[in-house]
T-cell receptor, first 117, second 110 residues
Framework: DAMVIQNPRYQVTQFGKPVTLSCSQT?????MYWYQQKSSQAPKLLFH???????NEADTPDNFQSRRPNTSFCFLDIRSPGLGDAAMYLC????????????????FGPGTRLLVL | QKEVEQDPGPLSVPEGAIVSLNCTYS??????FMWYRQYSRKGPELLMY????GNKEDGRFTAQVDKSSKYISLFIRDSQPSDSATYLC??????????FGKGTRLHILP
């Protein structure tokens, strides 16, 4: 089945120790997103790629970086995790509607829960 | 005023009841409306997707959009304990981004 895969499902890191979360998709979608979701809150968009074009949200801290080496894979790098970065990190994909450069709905992976000690 | 408002709940209803979940929004330019279901510690799963106003039915689920009132609803008929989850409304102008509500926690009591 076509899907969005995130690894690992759970990640424990130490305060200040860099960590990388990965996402892969078999949907062949053009757009990939990274969200941060804290308990009882809406997912917060960090950034997204339209193909190789990177789009950063204005309020995303510099501590968060992303790479998309090819259509299928996207990585979230947290350079110096703080206690406030403990959250669920969600990867999502979408595709443009036929005939226009706009996205339809988004399809999510299972998420990676990050714990910062 | 927030762009998308959603009552966080929790909402508890007995098994078999009809559930009504709602969101209001402030921007009349939204064109695409979605409902996601999120089980604890899992990613959101797309349930329903509607373009512009009207109703859409899929099994026990019905989505309604009233653009004149800036109000969307999700109805669940014959609710089951497996429907217990957080339900997130989401909407889009048609671009790359969607705006989520905070989600309503739903408990179906056996």
């Amino acid at each position: 089945d076509a899907m969005v895969i995130q690894n690992p499902r759970y990640q424990v890191t130490q305060f200040g120790k860099p960590v990388t979360l990965s996402c892969s998709q078999t949907l062949n979608h053009n757009v990939m997103y990274w969200y941060q979701q804290k308990s009882s809150q809406a997912p917060k968009l960090l950034f997204h790629y339209y193909d190789k074009d990177f789009n950063n949200e204005a309020d995303t801290p510099d501590n968060f970086q992303s790479r998309r080496p090819n259509t299928s894979f996207c990585f979230l790098d947290i350079r110096s995790p703080g206690l406030g970065d403990a959250a669920m990190y969600l990867c999502a994909t979408s595709r443009p509607l036929a005939g226009g450069p706009v996205a339809e709905t988004q399809y999510f992976g299972p998420g990676t829960r990050l714990l910062v000690l | 005023q927030k762009e998308v408002e959603q009552d966080p709940g929790p909402l508890s209803v007995p098994e078999g009841a009809i559930v009504s979940l709602n969101c209001t929004y402030s921007n009349s330019a939204f064109q695409y409306f979605m409902w996601y279901r999120q089980y604890s510690r899992k990613g959101p799963e797309l349930l329903m997707y509607t373009y512009s106003s009207g109703n859409k039915e899929d099994g026990r689920f019905t989505a309604q959009v009233d653009k004149s009132s800036k109000y969307i609803s999700l109805f669940i008929r014959d609710s089951q304990p497996s429907d217990s989850a957080t339900y997130l409304c989401a909407m889009s102008f048609g671009g790359d981004k969607i705006i989520f509500g905070k989600g309503t926690r739903l408990h179906i009591l056996p």
